[in-house]
């Protein structure tokens, strides 16, 4: 609903710590993933890790060009600069090694890239700390360092790639469950992120982040990062929903947030507000009967949604009614 809709969250991998100067903080080791989903026109990240706040470092993306997870001794910079490099019409492998080429630290670095028509690539420097590597495939680069073994990299190719056909942002939490259920970080878990870009996926469609959530310091942020994404991905479709409303696309509209109330239906801190929209943009396709309906069950779900419903001209004639 316009007044209270809450912007949409948008998608990042692992991170981990990787040893550096005893004076200086630890870096940023992890396991990620970078993904692309040509089809639904969406780039991601997802990254987990035994270091605060890893979404605040490793994940990067950008809409119709690619994403970045930079890790272990993070430069930070391959971030920004890999998506410029990419957006210039680059190939993941060339942009990479332009990133290496650049960078001293590069035996450090950890790196996995891909582009959005599923070019990928992955590093890991021969100076990350065991066990160190990566794989990379069409349409996605998984990677780490300081995990358990190279069975915690396996799991995460093996089930981004058997859940194909999902959003992108549940593959990808998924992914990093899969994991960590093989021993993810050998140091334990503390932090976790899942980013995803879509032309036009943020709130309003003014930016691109159509999921981006972070976990930053929790004692299982593996399970509260995929309880997370499934809310975001739920938020996700209810952004479409209204963003096609407040461009007058009102068939559009309601498919989005029909889609929205059903899976809603599993989110039930979501959902008075969802029904509430849905009743709006029900109003705007001329089915006022069902909208109606909608709203009561809404406002039975929410009764604080009443004064907001009675001062809402989108109701129109629903407002109306219940002023009667």
Same mark, same amino acid.
């Given at each position: 609903?316009?007044?209270?809709?809450?912007?949409?969250?948008?998608?990042?991998?692992? !991170?981990? #710590?990787?040893?550096?100067?005893?004076?200086?903080?630890?870096?940023?080791?992890? +396991?990620?993933?970078?993904?692309? *989903?040509?089809?639904?026109?969406?780039?991601?990240?997802?990254?987990?890790? =035994?270091?605060?706040?890893?979404?605040?470092?490793?994940?990067?993306?950008?809409?119709?060009?690619?994403?970045?997870?930079? %890790?272990?001794?993070?430069?930070?910079? +391959?971030?920004?600069?890999?998506?410029?490099?990419?957006?210039?019409?680059?190939?993941? %492998?060339?942009?990479?090694?332009?990133?290496?080429?650049?960078?001293?630290? &590069?035996? &450090?670095?950890?790196?996995?890239?891909?582009?959005?028509?599923?070019?990928?690539?992955?590093?890991?420097?021969?100076?990350?700390?065991?066990?160190?590597?990566? @794989?990379?495939?069409?349409?996605?680069?998984?990677?780490?360092?300081?995990?358990?073994?190279?069975?915690?990299?396996?799991?995460?190719? =093996?089930? +981004?790639?058997?859940?194909?056909?999902?959003?992108?942002?549940?593959? #990808?939490?998924?992914?990093?469950?899969?994991?960590?259920?093989?021993?993810?970080?050998?140091?334990?878990?503390?932090?976790?992120?899942?980013?995803?870009?879509?032309?036009?996926?943020?709130?309003?469609?003014?930016? *691109?982040?159509?999921?981006?959530?972070?976990? *930053? *310091?929790?004692?299982?942020?593996?399970?509260?990062?995929?309880? #997370?994404?499934?809310?975001?991905?739920?938020?996700?479709?209810?952004?479409?929903?209204?963003?096609?409303?407040?461009?007058?696309?009102?068939?559009?509209?309601? &498919? +989005? %947030?029909?889609?929205?109330?059903?899976?809603?239906?599993?989110?039930?801190?979501?959902?008075?507000?969802? #029904?509430?929209? !849905?009743?709006?943009? !029900?109003?705007?396709?001329?089915?006022?009967?069902?909208?109606?309906?909608?709203?009561?069950?809404?406002?039975?779900?929410?009764?604080? !949604?009443?004064?907001?419903?009675?001062?809402?001209?989108?109701?129109?004639?629903? &407002?109306? @009614?219940?002023?009667?």
């Amino acid at each position: 609903m316009k007044n209270a809709r809450v912007p949409g969250a948008g998608l990042v991998m692992t !991170l981990g #710590l990787a040893a550096v100067a005893a004076a200086a903080p630890p870096g940023p080791s992890t +396991f990620s993933i970078v993904a692309a *989903d040509p089809e639904a026109g969406e780039v991601g990240v997802a990254v987990a890790s =035994r270091f605060f706040a890893v979404g605040s470092v490793v994940p990067w993306a950008r809409a119709g060009v690619g994403a970045v997870a930079t %890790q272990a001794n993070a430069n930070t910079t +391959f971030g920004p600069r890999g998506l410029e490099l990419l957006a210039s019409g680059r190939g993941a %492998q060339a942009a990479l090694d332009a990133l290496l080429a650049a960078d001293d630290g &590069r035996q &450090r670095r950890q790196v996995g890239i891909v582009r959005a028509d599923g070019a990928s690539a992955t590093y890991s420097g021969p100076g990350c700390t065991a066990w160190a590597g990566g @794989r990379a495939g069409p349409g996605y680069a998984v990677q780490g360092n300081i995990l358990a073994g190279e069975a915690v990299v396996a799991a995460l190719e =093996r089930r +981004f790639l058997e859940t194909k056909g999902r959003p992108l942002a549940e593959r #990808l939490a998924e992914a990093l469950a899969a994991g960590d259920a093989a021993g993810g970080d050998a140091r334990g878990r503390q932090s976790a992120a899942v980013l995803v870009a879509r032309e036009a996926g943020g709130y309003n469609g003014f930016t *691109d982040r159509a999921v981006d959530v972070r976990v *930053d *310091d929790h004692a299982d942020p593996i399970v509260e990062i995929v309880r #997370l994404t499934r809310l975001a991905v739920v938020n996700d479709t209810w952004n479409r929903g209204w963003t096609a409303f407040g461009a007058k696309r009102y068939p559009e509209a309601l &498919r +989005f %947030q029909r889609e929205t109330a059903a899976m809603a239906e599993r989110a039930p801190a979501l959902l008075p507000e969802v #029904l509430y929209d !849905l009743a709006v943009i !029900l109003h705007a396709n001329a089915q006022d009967d069902e909208a109606w309906t909608v709203l009561q069950r809404a406002l039975a779900a929410n009764p604080k !949604l009443r004064e907001q419903a009675l001062r809402d001209d989108d109701l129109g004639t629903l &407002r109306d @009614r219940l002023r009667k």
